[in-house]
């Protein structure tokens, strides 16, 4: 379980580095409580392009990551892909799965460059990551990945 631990997080660092120079990616740095203090490392592919001028959808985006937390005293990392889709271009919804948990949650973003979100995590397996969740996301990448500021 270590050898696919420490292979989990070397690949997703490798594959942000590799990305992170692309237009439509950028680095998801994050914090998540669900019953359990969770880091939250991963990256963003925008998959619409800022090009929506009169209409009232955000952007829908993938991504994958992995929850990093301590469960039983030590180190463990969760792997997990989300799918999620941002209405009037501040509320967001998404759904994430894990090799732990399934977590719905809806909240607020701030031009698709920081995400406030609450949701409730169901475990797939017995695991500390469970219950109530609220997290918070911020996203670091090149300006095409984030919305145009819109004043008229």
């Given at each position: 379980m270590?050898?696919?631990?420490?292979?989990?997080?070397?690949?997703?660092v490798?594959?942000i580095?590799?990305?992170?120079?692309?237009?439509?990616?950028?680095l998801?740095?994050?914090?998540d409580?669900?019953?359990?203090?969770?880091?939250?490392?991963?990256?963003?592919?925008?998959?619409?392009?800022?090009?929506q001028?009169?209409?009232?959808?955000?952007?829908?985006?993938v991504g994958?990551?992995?929850?990093?937390?301590?469960?039983?005293g030590?180190?463990?990392?969760?792997?997990?892909?989300?799918?999620?889709?941002?209405?009037?271009?501040?509320?967001?919804?998404?759904i994430?799965?894990?090799t732990?948990?399934?977590?719905?949650s809806?909240?607020?973003?701030?031009f698709?460059l920081?995400?406030?979100?609450f949701?409730?995590?169901?475990?797939i397996?017995?695991?500390?990551?469970?219950g109530?969740?609220v997290?918070?996301?911020?996203?670091i990448g090149?300006s095409?990945?984030?919305?145009?500021?819109?004043?008229?």
């Open positions: 270590k050898k696919v631990s420490v292979l989990t997080v070397l690949f997703l490798a594959f580095g590799a990305i992170f120079s692309q237009h439509n990616f950028a998801n740095l994050g914090y409580h669900m019953q359990a203090h969770t880091g939250f490392l991963g990256v963003e592919y925008r998959v619409d392009h800022n090009l001028r009169h209409t009232s959808h955000g952007p829908f985006t994958i990551g992995t929850y990093l937390y301590g469960e039983n030590k180190f463990s990392p969760a792997p997990e892909i989300h799918l999620n889709k941002t209405w009037k271009h501040f509320i967001i919804n998404e994430s799965v894990s732990k948990n399934i977590k719905p809806v909240g607020i973003t701030f698709n920081t995400r406030l979100q949701g409730y995590s169901f475990p397996q017995q695991s500390d990551l469970r109530f969740s997290g918070i996301h911020v996203l090149r095409p990945f984030y919305d145009e500021i819109r004043v008229f």
